[in-house]
Structures are given as structure tokens and as C-alpha cells.
């Protein structure tokens, strides 16, 4: 009974530190997409321990189970499961950089929410092909989901700038990514449901989950939120006199390699390579374009120079006849699919519509400000 009084435990605090970091991430930024699928995702561990006292209630003692049938545990169960997919979302609002959402994944979503319930009562329960149908394949479909968002959270990290960002980068790949895997795979693929190593492992996951949950409550309570939850936002101005600022010559120097040197032109520039060119260590060139210049991605900042440099050739009457390729090659880009993508996430419209309008006004100097 001590060992089930633990465990009991355990589901409380879950619950309440689910609790606590829903209320924090919505009570500080409520319209902010990040916060509200981290809420999201915090409740459906409520859920999770909820229906997992009636799921495996065999092995509960029963003043400590939960009886949960009918439409409740239909909605229970469709929150908890669909976790994985919430968390590749996340993962997409943070870190994919105005990627354009593939929709098809919610097509995938749609297939496995129908498989978590409805098609319970197309196949009989004792039918072969039923553990195959219900459990397995939305598990590998969630494995799916996963995958997608790891993908993402990795994909770009050398050119994230912003610190705290890049650290929640780790977290989420090592951590958080591997602990929504295994919740998924675990019970439904790799292990029995109908033994008690099926119970043991539910309570192995439960732990994980509560120092997960604690770990993210303390970050939240004690960090700047937006820093984890809204990164794209242009960090505070801090006004400097010129001559006591530190970071002059090093902007004066970034400044020159980008106006004089046109280093931004070269094709598969790093971010790397312009810290050895502007003589600096990489994580103060990440601090000073992110914190001085306002931009939180590396390519974000090699953006706002070649369409600063396209737009002036696409409005140059010399260069009308130039095709848009060939002024996407020069300026740095490799292929015409990214500098269209580029162009529209700089000025909000395709370079040939661009180049057509003759009322279009040029982008703002991007350039570095120095003293």
C-alpha cells in the first residue's frame, strides 16, 4: 500500500504542476501560440493521469483508482494522444523560421485521432488485427510526429542566435523529444498492455513526466518566458553614448564586410565563417546581430541584406530585362525557390509582383548602426 500511496503521489503532483505551468505560460502571454500549446500540452498530462488510474486499475488499489467510461474517456483518451502531434507544433512555431506548415500533417492527425477511437467499433475487440489496428499504428504515427518535430528543433540550431533558445534546443532533442517518444511506443508497441511490466513502465513514465514538468515550471518561474516562448521578438533597445560602447568597433567591422566587402553575396555563408572574417568568437556575433541589430536567426540577417540589394536591381531600369534568377544568384542565393521565399518573408510579396509595382518603395537600410 506505501508503493501505491507513492504513486498516487506522483499523479497528484503531476497534475498540480501541470496545473502551475498552464496557468503561468497563459496568464503571462494568453495570446501568444507557443504558450497556449504548452498549456495545452500541460493539460493533456492531466488527462494522461486521470484515464491512466482507470486504465490500469487492475493493479491499483481501488480507493485509489479512477472509474472513467463513456464520453469521458473517449476525450481523455483523444488529449492524451494527441500530445505528440501538439509537440511537433511547438516545435514549428519555435524553431522552424516561417517554414510553411505542411498540412498534410494534419491529414495524418485526422487518421490517427480515428484510429485512438472510432475504429473501436468497426473491428471487434478480439479480431488479430486489432492491437495492430489501435495501438500500433497510431503509435507509429506519433513516432511520425515526433520525428517531424525534432527534425525542426535541429535543423537550424548553428544559426540561432538568441542563447537561451539554443539551450531549450538540447533540452527539448535529448529530453523532452525522447520522453514523449517512449510515452507513445512504450505501453502501446514495445510492451504488453495486459502485464504488470505494462504498469511498472506507466509508473517509470510518470516520474519522467513530473521532473520534466518540474524542471519547465522552474524555468518558467524564475526565466524571462518570452525568451523561451517568443524568441522572434526584437530584444529591448538598450541605448548606449557612442563613445562608451563597447560594441562599436566590432558593428563598424561587421559593417564593412557586409557594405564594402558585399560578404553577404557569397553562396552558403556561415555564420562561422563571418566570425572569423570580422575577427570575433561566434557566440558575441550571435549577441551582437541578435541583441544590437534585432535579428534572431543568422539567415534572417543574410535575408535583410541580399533582398535590401534585389530590390534595387529589380527596380533598376538597366537590370528590366535581367531575369529574377540571375539577380537572386547574385546577391547569394543558390536557387530561386529560397530568394522567392526569402523576398516574401522580407517585403510581403513575390519579387516579380515587386518589380512590377511602380509605387513599391525600397526595404529600410538593414545596415548595422555605428558611432
Not at 505528440?84 to 492527425?109: G, I, K, M, N, T
Not at 475487440?125 to 525542426?152: D, G, H, V
Not at 550571435?286 to 536591381?313: D, K, V
Request: charged share 15%; net charge neutral; with cysteine.
Amino acid at each position: 500500500m506505501n508503493a501505491q500511496l507513492a504513486f498516487f503521489a506522483v499523479d497528484i503532483a503531476i497534475a498540480f504542476a501541470a496545473a502551475l505551468v498552464a496557468a503561468r505560460v497563459l496568464t503571462q502571454r494568453p495570446r501568444l501560440p507557443a504558450a497556449q500549446l504548452v498549456a495545452f500540452i500541460a493539460l493533456n498530462a492531466i488527462c494522461d493521469v486521470i484515464l491512466g488510474r482507470a486504465d490500469y486499475g487492475y493493479w491499483i488499489e481501488p480507493a485509489l483508482r479512477f472509474d472513467i467510461h463513456g464520453i469521458a474517456a473517449v476525450i481523455f483518451n483523444l488529449a492524451r494522444n494527441l500530445t505528440p502531434f501538439l509537440f511537433a507544433a511547438l516545435c514549428y512555431v519555435l524553431y522552424a523560421e516561417r517554414r510553411p506548415f505542411p498540412w498534410w500533417l494534419a491529414a495524418l492527425l485526422a487518421l490517427q485521432l480515428f484510429l485512438e477511437e472510432p475504429v473501436h467499433l468497426l473491428i471487434a475487440p478480439n479480431a488479430s488485427y486489432a492491437r495492430l489496428i489501435t495501438q500500433t499504428a497510431p503509435a507509429l504515427l506519433q513516432t511520425l510526429f515526433i520525428a517531424i518535430a525534432l527534425y525542426w528543433t535541429l535543423a537550424d540550431w548553428r544559426n540561432d542566435l538568441i542563447e537561451a533558445r539554443r539551450r531549450t534546443r538540447l533540452l527539448i532533442t535529448v529530453v523532452i523529444g525522447a520522453d514523449v517518444l517512449l510515452s507513445g511506443l512504450l505501453p502501446r508497441v514495445l510492451v504488453d498492455p495486459d502485464t504488470i511490466a505494462s504498469f511498472y513502465v506507466h509508473v517509470a513514465l510518470n516520474v519522467s513526466h513530473l521532473a520534466l514538468l518540474v524542471f519547465v515550471l522552474f524555468q518558467l518561474m524564475n526565466g524571462d518566458i518570452d525568451a523561451y516562448l517568443d524568441p522572434l521578438r526584437p530584444p529591448p533597445a538598450t541605448p548606449k553614448t557612442p563613445s562608451a560602447d563597447p560594441d562599436a568597433p566590432a558593428l563598424a567591422r561587421l559593417s564593412a564586410l557586409m557594405e564594402q566587402d558585399h560578404l553577404y553575396r557569397r553562396p552558403g555563408l556561415t555564420l562561422a565563417e563571418l566570425a572569423a572574417r570580422a575577427g570575433l568568437p561566434e557566440y558575441r556575433l550571435r549577441r551582437l546581430i541578435h541583441e544590437q541589430l534585432g535579428f534572431a536567426n543568422f539567415n534572417a540577417y543574410l535575408h535583410s541584406w541580399r533582398i535590401r540589394e534585389a530590390c534595387a536591381h529589380l527596380r533598376d531600369p538597366e537590370m528590366r530585362r535581367t531575369p529574377i534568377l540571375t539577380i537572386a544568384l547574385s546577391v547569394g542565393y543558390q536557387s530561386i525557390n529560397t530568394f522567392n521565399r526569402g523576398f516574401r518573408d522580407v517585403m510581403g510579396t513575390t519579387p516579380s509582383q515587386w518589380r512590377s509595382d511602380e509605387a513599391a518603395s525600397p526595404p529600410e537600410n538593414t545596415s548595422p548602426k555605428t558611432a
